[in-house]
């Protein structure tokens, strides 16, 4: 019977001691997500952390993907809230431009000092003349993306406050796994503020300290000054009120996407 702990065991580990750094990228794992040829971008752009890559309204003319860092994908309400869509790690499309003109319907700001691949709207036909595979890269990362926005609704909507940080906790958490297997300790780099995670969830602030106070007293995880460390992996999956279902589809997603990707070369 598939459960918790089932969940848990399939999480990749590593042979490793120290915690794991969201920013500590293997260079020779940077190709998790869509790889193209060099000749097809212009110059990589790299963008500090704090700032804006593009913004809501802005003209799109390129495929942004990211290489390396943190990015938030979010959009600010006219009173100035901001609602956090997706945390984009490396291998992410952080935005595909199909037609030319078209504008951006939000906006990204990288959390840490990043790296984007950019291939310009002029080099897309000749890009996917030369790899008929692209689109189905293409096709399998936005399918993706949908299942995670189809999945955020339905925790905004119907879970509770606690169950929402539990399962964006979880989620940043397996995610992370993933692309940096090899380490034991069940601590990461997290990127990331109260602020942040109450943007992702729709909590104020005060909310998300005191539920985390409160998985931190139940020892389930805890989360200070940007380090998050799961203290029972099969608490936290059982406290997200997740179908363990749906994390084998997050592990299965993520790694199938991995092993198309790396057909193709930078």
């Not at 169950?163 to 964006?168: G, H, K, S």
Request: hydrophobic letters at 40%.
């Amino acid at each position: 019977m598939l459960n918790s702990m089932s969940v848990a065991r399939k999480i990749p580990s590593n042979r490793q001691s120290g915690p794991l750094r969201g920013d500590d990228f293997d260079p020779d794992r940077t190709a998790v997500g869509l790889r193209i040829a060099d000749r097809y971008r212009s110059a990589d752009r790299q963008v500090k952390a704090g700032c804006d890559l593009f913004r809501i309204g802005e003209e799109g003319d390129a495929i942004y993907s990211l290489i390396n860092g943190w990015v938030a994908l979010y959009s600010l309400m006219e009173d100035g809230r901001r609602q956090i869509f997706q945390f984009a790690l490396p291998g992410a499309v952080l935005a595909f431009i199909p037609t030319q003109g078209s504008v951006m319907n939000y906006s990204a700001q990288a959390l840490t000092d990043a790296t984007i691949g950019i291939i310009p709207h002029s080099n897309l036909g000749r890009l996917a003349m030369n790899n008929p595979e692209i689109g189905m890269q293409l096709a399998g990362l936005i399918s993706q993306d949908r299942s995670f926005a189809y999945d955020h609704l339905s925790s905004m909507g119907r879970r509770s406050a606690r169950e929402r940080v539990a399962y964006l906790l979880l989620e940043l958490f397996i995610r992370c796994r993933l692309r940096w297997p090899g380490h034991r300790s069940e601590e990461m780099y997290l990127p990331l503020t109260q602020e942040h995670i109450g943007d992702a969830t729709g909590l104020t602030h005060v909310h998300v300290n005191r539920v985390l106070r409160d998985l931190r007293n139940d020892r389930v995880a805890e989360f200070h000054y940007r380090r998050l460390r799961i203290l029972n992996p099969d608490r936290l999956i059982d406290v997200a009120g997740i179908d363990p279902r749906v994390a084998l589809a997050w592990i299965d997603s993520d790694s199938s996407n991995e092993a198309n990707a790396q057909r193709l070369l930078f």
